[in-house]
């Protein structure tokens, strides 16, 4: 509904009522005026739910379209996010494979997940068989270091290596 409309119908709504109270008191008062008073009443009443119904069709309906539009933008950035992500995690596990496939800890890696934070970051985690303990420590500060290396494109927030249950064995955070 328009301003315009609203301001109009909440006006014929209020003449209305107060046409409505004089009745009342007319009535109270057992004036003779009462009849013509309530008839007053009547018919502006009638205009007030005429004025509703007519600009309540007509009158344009914002919030709806707006909603949609806002919507549809959101779902058309998910997909490119998830697509850039997608792209990304390929983009990632492969240079892993290239590049370190000949260390001792490259073995270690079961899985390798990521996770878009916002407009170009991400948060990496990588899934192992290690178990939570010291020396493991140092194979997990090595994958996220070549994690680190690789990402020259893209913004990595923090890498985090999960070991046998996934329990945390490491995370480190972007040191840039």
């Given at each position: 509904m328009s301003n315009v409309s609203l301001i109009v119908s909440i006006l014929f709504l209020i003449v209305s009522l107060l046409f409505l109270a004089l009745s009342v008191l007319?009535?109270?008062?057992?004036?003779?005026?009462?009849?013509?008073?309530?008839k007053t009443f009547a018919i502006t009443f009638f205009i007030s739910v005429i004025g509703f119904v007519i600009f309540g069709i007509t009158g344009p309906d914002t919030n709806v379209s707006g909603e949609n539009e806002v919507q549809a933008s959101i779902e058309e950035v998910?997909?490119?996010?998830?697509?850039?992500?997608?792209?990304?995690?390929?983009e990632l596990t492969n240079q892993l494979s290239i590049n370190f496939s000949g260390t001792s800890w490259y073995n270690h890696i079961n899985t390798v997940q990521?996770?878009?934070?916002?407009?170009?970051?991400?948060?990496?985690?990588?899934?192992?068989e290690l178990f939570p303990k010291e020396s493991n420590k140092k194979v997990a500060e090595n994958i996220a270091a070549a994690i680190y290396g690789l990402t020259e494109r893209h913004i990595v927030e923090s890498?985090?290596?999960?070991?046998?249950?996934?329990?945390?064995?490491?995370?480190?955070?972007n040191p840039l």
């Open positions: 007319y009535v109270l008062g057992r004036n003779k005026k009462a009849k013509k008073s309530f998910n997909e490119e996010s998830e697509v850039k992500s997608e792209e990304f995690l390929e990521i996770k878009h934070i916002n407009e170009g970051s991400y948060a990496v985690t990588i899934y192992t890498v985090t290596v999960l070991g046998a249950n996934d329990n945390i064995i490491e995370t480190v955070l």
